[in-house]
């Protein structure tokens, strides 16, 4: 049906025609701007190239390296603040590079050598895992000054934030347990045993399950988020680094780093149900804002493999730079 006609039948449209095209017009426009702000991207760390690859993920191409020295490897998404923290182990802290940008914005000192990194879902508060002084540093996202800076287990790596903001998980690698840190209070709440060298967490929407993949004793342990009770040990590939959840959470996604391949666990049964073949030495893993597409970042190979969790099976590969290791949150909504 044509737009003129159609107005004109109707009593309630008493503006003239001219007027009502141009508003019909400025209502497609801001149709456009909203998706456009709503664009996604992938931000994968190079250790070895220094910078961080950016990825459009409407079309799955690099459109832009942003220098960020200090070797970096950890990524974390700001969604509130459209601000990316990246950890720079050599760096003594992490920068800041702005999301709409695509410019570092800031750099911040923490000590030591920082791996995991981590925000709030509220985007107010930015964790900070420094492996070699075994603390978690917790700055303000506002003002990024230090709130407060926490003794947890040997050798701080994943971390990863509650829904509701109240609880900070910490994989401490060389103890082999997992830290639950109470936001409130700023305190230990728990910490438990779980597999040999704990690396990358994971949690579900409801903050009720926690994953985490112990890289030497390669499988997956599976715990009550609220109390650290151990559910279940889930056997994978060779050194599992991290972990992400797709289809509904229906299934866990885990990087093998010895196996170049990435294991699916049935999140029902907790069984593992296939393992798929990605590039060399993959690390970092997150899924789309589909849910339906996991990226996965490959160490020597320089690349990106795309996962579609529907087939099961490698559906692109991007190139992105030398030393991809993307540990963390790093796809942007």
Same mark, same amino acid.
């Given at each position: @049906?044509?737009?003129?006609? *159609?107005?004109?039948?109707?009593?309630? *449209?008493? @503006?003239?025609?001219?007027?009502?095209?141009?508003?019909?017009?400025?209502?497609?426009?801001?149709?456009?701007?909203? &998706?456009?702000?709503?664009?996604?991207?992938?931000?994968?760390? /190079?250790?070895?190239?220094?910078?961080?690859?950016?990825?459009?993920?409407?079309?799955?191409?690099?459109?832009?390296?942003?220098?960020?020295?200090?070797?970096?490897?950890?990524?974390?998404?700001?969604?509130?603040?459209?601000?990316?923290?990246?950890?720079?182990?050599?760096? /003594?802290?992490?920068?800041?590079?702005?999301?709409?940008?695509?410019?570092?914005?800031?750099?911040?000192?923490?000590?030591?050598?920082?791996?995991?990194?981590?925000?709030?879902?509220?985007?107010?508060?930015?964790?900070?895992?420094?492996?070699?002084?075994?603390?978690?540093?917790?700055?303000?996202?506002?003002?990024?000054?230090?709130?407060?800076?926490?003794?947890?287990?040997?050798?701080?790596?994943?971390?990863?934030?509650?829904?509701? /903001?109240?609880?900070?998980?910490?994989?401490?690698? @060389?103890?082999?347990?997992?830290?639950?840190?109470?936001?409130?209070?700023?305190?230990?709440? =728990?910490?438990?045993?779980?597999?040999?060298?704990?690396?990358?967490?994971?949690?579900?929407?409801?903050?009720?399950?926690?994953?985490?993949? /112990?890289?030497?004793?390669?499988?997956?342990?599976?715990?009550?988020?609220? =109390?650290?009770?151990? @559910?279940?040990?889930?056997?994978?590939?060779?050194?599992?680094?991290?972990?992400?959840?797709?289809? =509904?959470?229906?299934?866990? *996604?885990?990087?093998?780093?010895?196996? =170049? &391949?990435?294991?699916?666990?049935?999140?029902?049964?907790?069984?593992?149900?296939?393992?798929?073949?990605?590039?060399?030495?993959?690390?970092?893993?997150?899924?789309?804002?589909?849910?339906?597409?996991?990226?996965?970042?490959?160490?020597?190979?320089?690349?990106?493999?795309?996962?579609?969790?529907?087939?099961?099976?490698?559906? #692109?590969?991007?190139?992105?730079? #030398?030393?991809?290791?993307?540990?963390?949150? *790093?796809?942007?909504?």
């Amino acid at each position: @049906m044509a737009i003129q006609p *159609f107005l004109y039948q109707h009593k309630l *449209f008493t @503006m003239p025609y001219k007027l009502i095209v141009r508003l019909f017009s400025f209502i497609l426009l801001l149709a456009n701007s909203s &998706s456009l702000l709503a664009q996604s991207y992938a931000y994968i760390t /190079n250790q070895l190239d220094n910078n961080v690859a950016v990825i459009d993920l409407k079309t799955n191409q690099l459109i832009k390296s942003i220098p960020v020295k200090g070797k970096p490897v950890g990524v974390a998404v700001n969604h509130q603040l459209d601000q990316v923290y990246i950890s720079t182990p050599e760096g /003594n802290g992490f920068v800041v590079l702005d999301a709409k940008s695509l410019q570092q914005t800031n750099h911040v000192k923490v000590g030591g050598a920082s791996v995991g990194i981590a925000v709030s879902p509220d985007g107010q508060r930015i964790f900070v895992a420094d492996w070699y002084e075994n603390s978690v540093s917790i700055f303000d996202s506002t003002h990024l000054e230090l709130v407060k800076k926490l003794t947890v287990g040997k050798s701080p790596s994943g971390l990863v934030v509650s829904p509701d /903001n109240r609880w900070l998980y910490v994989a401490n690698r @060389m103890d082999d347990t997992i830290s639950q840190i109470d936001l409130s209070r700023l305190s230990i709440r =728990n910490t438990t045993k779980v597999g040999a060298h704990p690396f990358g967490l994971g949690l579900d929407k409801k903050g009720a399950r926690l994953y985490s993949a /112990n890289v030497e004793s390669n499988d997956v342990s599976v715990l009550s988020a609220r =109390n650290l009770k151990r @559910m279940a040990r889930v056997k994978v590939g060779g050194r599992p680094y991290t972990l992400a959840l797709a289809l =509904n959470e229906t299934l866990l *996604f885990v990087t093998n780093q010895d196996d =170049n &391949s990435v294991s699916v666990i049935d999140t029902v049964t907790l069984k593992e149900i296939k393992q798929i073949e990605v590039g060399e030495k993959p690390e970092g893993i997150s899924t789309h804002t589909d849910d339906r597409h996991v990226y996965v970042a490959n160490w020597f190979d320089g690349t990106v493999s795309v996962i579609d969790a529907q087939t099961l099976s490698v559906v #692109d590969t991007i190139e992105t730079g #030398d030393g991809s290791r993307a540990f963390g949150d *790093f796809i942007s909504k």
